[in-house]
């Protein structure tokens, strides 16, 4: 376990999401919206194409934040729902997560994490504690 | 529209939903995730939305048009395979803004006495 410092960045990560991901998720998860698998029914509700789940892309920076002291170790973990994340077929969307040390506290840390799609923030105030050995 | 007399009511789940260590796999799969020992951090939602849904739509509220507006863990600890877990959930508030409903769930996960995930929901009916 590395120590860690306020302010310091950890390096970005890269998540690729697809269509076949956004199935993936949705047997997984349960959430069948087809809103985020049937791109005539999400232009039909006035969206621009399928969209990601934004649990999906909430899971993702759920593994981003694992990675730093396993997935046993995260408390708390919240984000906003901004832009959504648009997954057109046949292509990679690249979601982009990176996190800075906000806080350390007695066993703790705290992260705010920035998820970026095309350099725009897909989540807003995405924040985590995990717990420190 | 959801019906207004149900916020701050807590809807107690019916049935427990058994972690099975197939879910826990599936879950991780979709993102990487090696370590099965326990479920990722963000899991507990393929039990609460699925609760809140039903909750919502029979309390009124058209689920066809509802997107995610935010959502927050708090984890006491992490849930394992063999969990058997009961989702317990309070409609916190419910009001209207620019024409869009916007409603909050609060979703607890037990384990016998023991409350092991609190999720909070923001949940927008476009309008």
């Given at each position: ?133 | 529209?959801l ?8 809807f ?36 609460t939305l699925?609760q809140s849904q039903?909750l919502l739509?029979?309390s009124?509220l ?27 959930s309070t409609i916190e508030s419910a ?8 409603v909050s769930v609060r979703s ?11 999720t909070w929901s923001t949940l927008?009916?476009?309008?």
């Amino acid at each position: 376990m590395s120590t860690f410092t306020v302010g310091q960045e950890l390096a970005p990560k890269v998540y690729p999401i697809n269509r076949a991901l956004l199935v993936e998720y949705a047997n997984a998860s349960g959430d069948q919206n087809p809103i985020h698998q049937n791109e005539e029914f999400a232009k039909s509700v006035g969206l621009p194409d399928v969209i990601a789940h934004g649990m999906l892309t909430m899971a993702l920076a759920g593994k981003y934040i694992s990675d730093v002291a396993g997935p046993a170790a995260v408390k708390e973990f919240g984000a906003r729902f901004t832009k959504p994340v648009v997954v057109p077929a046949g292509v990679d969307t690249s979601l982009v997560i990176s996190a800075k040390v906000s806080a350390i506290e007695v066993g703790q840390i705290k992260l705010d994490i920035t998820a970026m799609v095309d350099d725009v923030k897909v989540l807003g105030m995405a924040k985590a504690t995990i717990v420190t050995p | 529209m959801l019906n207004a007399e149900l916020v701050g009511r807590t809807f107690p789940g019916v049935d427990s939903t058994l972690v099975t260590q197939e879910s826990i796999a599936a879950f991780a799969a979709v993102v990487g995730e090696t370590n099965l020992e326990v479920a990722p951090p963000t899991y507990a939602i393929s039990i609460t939305l699925n609760q809140s849904q039903t909750l919502l739509q029979d309390s009124g509220l058209d689920w066809t048009r509802v997107v995610h507006g935010d959502q927050r863990f708090e984890i006491f600890r992490p849930i394992v395979a063999g969990d058997s877990l009961f989702c317990s959930s309070t409609i916190e508030s419910a009001r209207v803004m620019a024409g869009n409903e916007i409603v909050s769930v609060r979703s607890d996960l037990h384990s016998g006495s023991e409350l092991v995930v609190s999720t909070w929901s923001t949940l927008v009916v476009r309008a």
